[in-house]
């Protein structure tokens, strides 16, 4: 078995201990941190699946995901390239009843890694908690909404509504997140959809340029 492989397998089964061990020889034997993240996400969809099909339940997807979190710990410095330009200020979540993380902390790490400070409000966040920060930090210019279930893309659309009802301006809304296309945040109203976190990074240069 490869060294990407056992990354992969170590995911798949929630091997929290031996994770971090395994990304670090991967690293160590010439494997990008792009190519051992890509591994991680494909074992991830694969969790995902065997939940659907009810091989596995909750408890092993959130080891799973417990596992993930440790290997991305490992892949930060490599992943986020410390940036000198200040681009601005992000604030973003993870919307109300929604649970999921793993991406949301993705796509903040590689906004940071961009040049933009953040405020990450965390998960399950209300759109109040939303509009409460917004003006709090005036100076924000970037908002990014992440949404994990088809059940809670409603509520990201609560929020995008909720925060152009509230008369703010000054900052641009991106969303994402595994159900979020490009034609749910055109028809909520959002200024941009990225459809990963790379791309998230990419996009909010672009809307604040
Ligand atoms: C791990 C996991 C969990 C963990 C979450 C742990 C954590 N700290 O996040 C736990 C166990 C808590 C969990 C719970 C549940 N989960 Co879950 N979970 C997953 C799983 C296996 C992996 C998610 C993940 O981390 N992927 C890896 C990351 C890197 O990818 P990502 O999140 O998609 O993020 C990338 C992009 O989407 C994008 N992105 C994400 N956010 C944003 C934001 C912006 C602004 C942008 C631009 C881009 C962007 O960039 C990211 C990085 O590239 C997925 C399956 C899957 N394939 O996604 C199911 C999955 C999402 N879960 C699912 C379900 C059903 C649930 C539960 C309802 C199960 C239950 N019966 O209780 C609960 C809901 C809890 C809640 N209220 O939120 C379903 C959703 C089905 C649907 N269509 O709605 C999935 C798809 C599994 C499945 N196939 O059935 N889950």
Redesign the pocket.
């Known amino acids: 078995m490869s060294k990407l492989q056992e990354v992969n397998a170590a995911v798949a089964a929630g091997k929290t201990k031996a994770i971090a061990g395994l990304v670090q020889e991967a690293l160590d034997g010439g494997h990008s941190a792009q190519e051992i993240?890509d591994t991680?996400?494909e074992a991830?969809?694969?969790?995902?699946?065997?939940?659907?099909s009810g091989e596995i339940?909750?408890?092993e997807?959130?080891?799973?995901?417990?596992a993930?979190?440790k290997g991305?710990e490992v892949l930060k410095p490599q992943l986020a390239s410390e940036s000198s330009t200040s681009l601005g200020k992000c604030i973003?979540g993870?919307v109300a009843?929604?649970?999921?993380?793993?991406?949301?902390?993705?796509?903040a790490l590689?906004?940071e890694s961009a040049g933009f400070e953040m405020v990450d409000l965390g998960?399950?966040v209300p759109k109040e908690k939303f509009i409460e920060t917004i003006k709090a930090n005036p100076d924000a210019n970037i908002v990014?909404?992440?949404?994990?279930?088809?059940?809670?893309?409603p509520a990201m659309r609560d929020t995008v509504k909720a925060i152009r009802d509230s008369g703010l301006t000054g900052f641009k809304i991106?969303?994402?997140?595994?159900?979020?296309t490009q034609e749910f945040a055109d028809e909520i109203g959002a200024d941009?959809?990225?459809?990963?976190?790379?791309?998230?990074a990419v996009?909010?240069k672009e809307l604040v340029s």
């Open positions: 993240l991680m996400i991830m969809g694969v969790v995902g699946d065997k939940f659907s339940f909750v408890p997807m959130l080891i799973a995901g417990k993930m979190q991305v973003i993870t009843g929604d649970l999921h993380d793993i991406g949301k902390n993705l796509v590689m906004i998960v399950d990014a909404l992440s949404a994990l279930l088809t059940t809670t893309m991106i969303v994402g997140g595994a159900p979020i941009a959809y990225a459809r990963d976190a790379g791309g998230a996009k909010v």
